[in-house]
């Protein structure tokens, strides 16, 4: 019986020497794993890292702030001021007040806002090919031939109407050029031919078969340019109205050191 307690004592000290034993072992891997993380080569390799996505910021933050001095530099040095007067003056109608600060930003930013600038680009996007007529829907005007027509033509209606050209044309004499040609006497000049002026090769060919602006000519570019000189640059898409083209035309050869003779009304 003494013999069987001391045995039981003695597995009792096994087993608890076992427990301290898984303890220490245990704790010596749980030191051993928390000495390994602060290893000077692991504190080394946390700065390095740390380092890296600085550059990497730094990089990213100067790459922005160079591309906005950059185009602060291209504003300032290709600046383009806005003309202050009108490009013709129409007599009898009231130009209306232009506020140049707004003028003077960057198209289509000038527009009042987001909405309008979408509108507008949506508009050119989707340009229709037919454009409104001053004949009332459903009626159709009688074809008339040009001289009846030009001797019918208001000089006035005929400048109000070539107000859609003045975006990408001038009128006046010694005009610039603009996206299309100076249109100072245009009537009777040489088609494809106007100075300091490149023309598409479309154009170039029509110049070669037509040879001149006579009214005739005019009036049936007029109707629709691109199904009259295919390839053309000119967006226009046209004036239905046989009136008009004759009141355009007739303005139009005003605005000439040698106007060509038109046919006139009667008395």
């Not at 928390?34 to 390799?45: F, I």
């Not at 006046?172 to 006497?185: A, M, Q, S, T, Y």
């Not at 490149?198 to 007029?222: A, H, Q, R």
């Amino acid at each position: 019986m003494k013999q069987r307690c001391n045995v039981l004592r003695h597995h009792s000290i096994a087993i608890s020497g076992q427990s301290v034993t898984i303890c220490y072992v245990s704790l010596s891997r749980s030191t051993a794993s928390t000495s390994r993380k602060n290893t000077p080569g692991n504190r080394h390799w946390a700065s390095m890292s740390l380092l890296s996505c600085t550059k990497i910021t730094a990089a990213i933050v100067g790459s922005v702030a160079l591309v906005a001095v950059f185009r602060w530099i291209a504003a300032d040095v290709f600046y383009a001021a806005s003309s202050v007067e009108p490009a013709y003056k129409v007599p009898g109608v009231a130009e209306s007040a232009i506020d140049l600060a707004t003028a003077q930003r960057r198209w289509p930013q000038a527009l009042e806002s987001e909405e309008a600038r979408a509108r507008l680009l949506s508009y050119m996007r989707n340009m229709p090919k037919e454009v409104a007529s001053n004949v009332a829907p459903g009626a159709t005007a009688p074809p008339l031939d040009l001289p009846t027509r030009l001797a019918r033509a208001d000089v006035a209606k005929g400048e109000r109407s070539v107000s859609k050209c003045a975006i990408c044309h001038t009128i006046e004499k010694d005009g610039p050029v603009r996206i299309g040609p100076n249109l100072w006497g245009v009537v009777g000049r040489p088609v494809a031919k106007a100075a300091g002026f490149s023309y598409s090769d479309g154009m170039k060919e029509k110049g070669e078969k037509t040879g001149t602006w006579v009214p005739n000519e005019l009036d049936i570019f007029l109707t629709k340019p691109e199904n009259v000189v295919p390839g053309t640059r000119m967006t226009f898409p046209g004036l239905p109205d046989q009136q008009e083209r004759a009141d355009v035309i007739t303005y139009l050869n005003t605005q000439s050191d040698n106007p060509l003779p038109l046919p006139k009304a009667p008395g």
